[in-house]
């Protein structure tokens, strides 16, 4: 829909527009006056040794390096105490299966960024495939200036741990949004927003160059091109031997797109609705729609798996083989490849399952499915997930293959596990597959898990529907509505939130003490701690694309009510009450907190909100704040903004409520959300004369709020403490 100034909602009056100025002198003036007065509330002695607690766990040489394998090498990015920015380094198999591996270690990010004065966070590194037989060599490494999504590419050779000279041809892409595929060892895919390479209305590239060796980026020829109002471009060009391929994507908004591969030259459109997910993989073509899908007299419902034939789909065949089909408790969330199988990663009433899939052996149901098998790897209340080492090894000379996988489970008290398997096809022909597997790595223990005990419970939003929750809290837990209870969602985007082992919150939540009230027999009080819960409100995908298509736009109020529904939950259970019960989240998390400090007061005693979005009447003009309009919306619009004003925080303040005490942080570096929307709110709720609102702004760290471990040791530390702080001890 296309709107004019003359039909376009009116403005509100926005009183702290002057703060939208990201880096201006008087904003950052005002950012540091609010740095310091809550610097000072905050930084107490208990801060200091907090901080020190989680700064132990993220920089703890115990942590699993988690490896990506290429060619012959296992690659791992690396950060710890003596190493903030992180080094990037690589080892053997054998090697990495010893307790002490021997790295070879290829760029030290710190030295690089003393050398050349410039704070760069790692972000990744793209290897160009090699010719048969020969070693992985060349990289794009993925650099940005200060953490946000803007990186710089550059062009890295693994045998002589240096940058190749852009004098000499070596590629050196300057700081933008974009991405960037090799097509060969000379020729760069790259969409990019630099050097005056047009952006869309959402900041992301618009268009996407093909960049010979030696080239400027500006003189690069067009390769793809999609309209200014789209999200962005994205080409990858796919190098699998036999199955080389060039595709485009134009990212219409989150949840449309269109696919397309370059044939004889011409861009060729896969034909399918721009909300069915499409992923080539050799031979097979895989669709996931996001809503039901009709063709040909077939009902495809939303969440389903499918699979056809590359060349027969692009030929016209529209025979597809269901691989999976939802139900009512059980999606599916990922899947991965290995040379002769496929592996699905499930969700069953948020708890993993897993099923290995053989394209070679249809099994007995409807739909031509492939047979399929449930991998014995997952314990309840858990979050495992298996993906390929490398689909494309033959015989590996770790003695792996390409039906090698990995499996890393974790669990809220399950300090994280790391297996490697095998599959194999039965050796007396009938459809299964053996799989073998077998712990190569585990996580130490950072707080002692076995003192608590995970629940599952299930909340009745106002709706009737019924919204699982996860609670951690100490076994033998006293239900009298004392316990100190930090409520963490986050309902968007079809992210789904799983249980994961935190050292952090163990440390920071779950085995901080302190006495509240007086024992049964009046005597003396308690030493409690804390109680960890995490919702799976709509919004999120843990059911899946109805799941989260049940809260978009003008429903985006289900979520806030299923989030309200569990605070409920918790309170009428007697794990705790309105004074003892905070919420936090970050960026579409901080939204949704920021929904309940305004429309839900009553329930919370605080509440901690990150890198938020706030004021929902400019989002679309802030950051890549445009890119969400399929989530929430387009303000511009009049009746657009009708519902989405209902869940704009920075308009739905009131004088005369009694607001939680509320904790706002965002960084400065962020380009993503962006700082300015956290400044006005705080700003505002100040004005209005809200008591204890308090606001800080790290000066670096992108959306994640840090950089490296000992800025998100801050970060943590100032939410969790404010938390306990305000629910547990009060607030000076």
Not at 357 to 377: E, H, N
Not at 665 to 690: F, H, N
Request: charged letters at 25%; hydrophobic letters at 40%.
């Amino acid at each position: 829909m296309t709107t004019t100034a003359a039909d376009s909602a009116p403005e509100p009056v926005d009183e702290n527009v002057w703060l939208e100025e990201i880096y201006g002198e008087e904003q950052l003036a005002w950012v540091k006056e609010q740095n310091s007065r809550t610097e000072d509330l905050l930084e107490d002695a208990d801060y200091a040794g907090l901080e020190g607690s989680i700064l132990e766990v993220l920089d703890s040489t115990d942590r699993i390096a988690m490896v990506g394998k290429r060619g012959d090498w296992y690659y791992n990015f690396w950060k710890d105490r003596h190493n903030p920015k992180g080094l990037w380094r690589r080892t053997t198999w054998e090697s990495y299966c010893t307790d002490s591996p021997e790295w070879d270690v290829l760029l030290d990010v710190d030295e690089l960024a003393a050398a050349e004065g410039q704070e760069w966070v790692f972000h990744g590194a793209t290897f160009l495939r090699p010719g048969a037989g020969e070693p992985y060599r060349l990289a794009l490494l993925a650099l940005s200036p200060d953490g946000g999504d803007a990186n710089r590419y550059r062009e890295f050779d693994v045998e002589s741990r240096s940058f190749v000279d852009p004098a000499r041809g070596g590629f050196d892409l300057p700081t933008a949004k974009g991405n960037v595929s090799w097509l060969d060892a000379d020729t760069l895919l790259v969409a990019s927003t630099a050097d005056g390479l047009p952006k869309t209305a959402s900041s992301y590239a618009r268009t996407a160059v093909t960049l010979k060796r030696g080239a400027e980026l500006a003189g690069a020829p067009l390769l793809f091109e999609v309209p200014e109002h789209h999200m962005m471009a994205v080409v990858a060009h796919d190098s699998t031997p036999g199955f080389e391929r060039t595709f485009a994507v134009d990212y219409i908004d989150f949840f449309n797109r269109r696919n397309l591969v370059l044939r004889d030259g011409e861009w060729m459109q896969i034909d399918v609705p721009t909300d069915v997910n499409v992923s080539a993989h050799r031979e097979w073509l895989l669709f996931r729609p996001q809503q039901d899908w009709a063709i040909d007299g077939t009902t495809y419902p939303a969440g389903s798996l499918l699979a056809c034939g590359f060349e027969d789909y692009l030929a016209g065949a529209r025979e597809l083989a269901v691989l999976f089909a939802p139900d009512a408790r059980t999606s599916l969330q990922s899947w991965s490849w290995t040379r002769n199988f496929l592996l699905l990663n499930l969700l069953k009433d948020v708890s993993s399952e897993i099923r290995v899939l053989d394209p070679s052996r249809p099994s007995d149901g409807p739909g031509g499915a492939w047979a399929a098998t449930l991998l014995d790897a997952c314990p309840p209340l858990h979050d495992v997930n298996a993906y390929a080492v490398d689909d494309e090894d033959a015989e590996a000379s770790d003695g792996g293959a390409g039906d090698d996988f990995w499996l890393v489970a974790t669990g809220f008290t399950t300090p994280t596990t790391l297996m490697r398997g095998t599959l194999e096809r039965t050796s007396d022909g009938t459809p299964g597959v053996v799989s073998r597997h077998a712990v190569v790595k585990a996580s130490p223990s950072f707080f002692a898990d076995a003192d608590y005990e995970v629940q599952q419970h299930f909340a009745v939003s106002e709706d009737g529907t019924r919204v699982p929750y996860f609670q951690v809290a100490p076994r033998n837990l006293a239900l009298d509505g004392q316990n100190p209870t930090q409520l963490s969602g986050y309902g968007g985007f079809e992210v789904s939130r799983t249980p994961a082992y935190s050292g952090t919150v163990g440390r920071a939540w779950l085995e901080r003490r302190t006495s509240l009230s007086a024992g049964a027999d009046g005597d003396a009080p308690h030493s409690r701690g804390g109680v960890y819960v995490v919702a799976n409100i709509r919004g999120g995908g843990e059911y899946g694309p109805a799941w989260h298509r049940a809260a978009l736009q003008e429903n985006r109020h289900k979520a806030y009510q299923d989030f309200a529904a569990v605070a409920r939950d918790l309170i009428s259970r007697g794990v705790t009450s309105r004074e003892r019960l905070g919420c936090v989240g970050g960026s579409n998390g901080g939204l949704l907190v920021g929904n309940m400090l305004t429309r839900y007061p009553e329930l919370f005693g605080a509440v901690s909100c990150g890198v938020p979005l706030l004021d929902m009447r400019r989002y679309t003009r802030l950051s890549a704040g445009y890119s969400w309009i399929a989530e929430y919306g387009d303000p511009d619009v009049p009746e657009q903004w009708e519902y989405i004003r209902t869940f704009s925080p920075y308009h739905l303040l009131k004088d005369g409520v009694e607001y939680p005490e509320t904790f706002i942080w965002t960084a400065t570096s962020d380009d993503r959300v962006g700082p300015v929307q956290a400044r006005k709110m705080a700003a505002r709720m100040l004005a209005m004369g809200i008591p204890n609102v308090w606001f800080h702004e790290a000066l670096e760290g992108g959306h994640a709020g840090a950089s490296d471990n000992r800025q998100a040791a801050a970060l943590q530390a100032r939410s969790q403490h404010f938390l306990w702080k305000a629910l547990a001890g009060g607030l000076a």
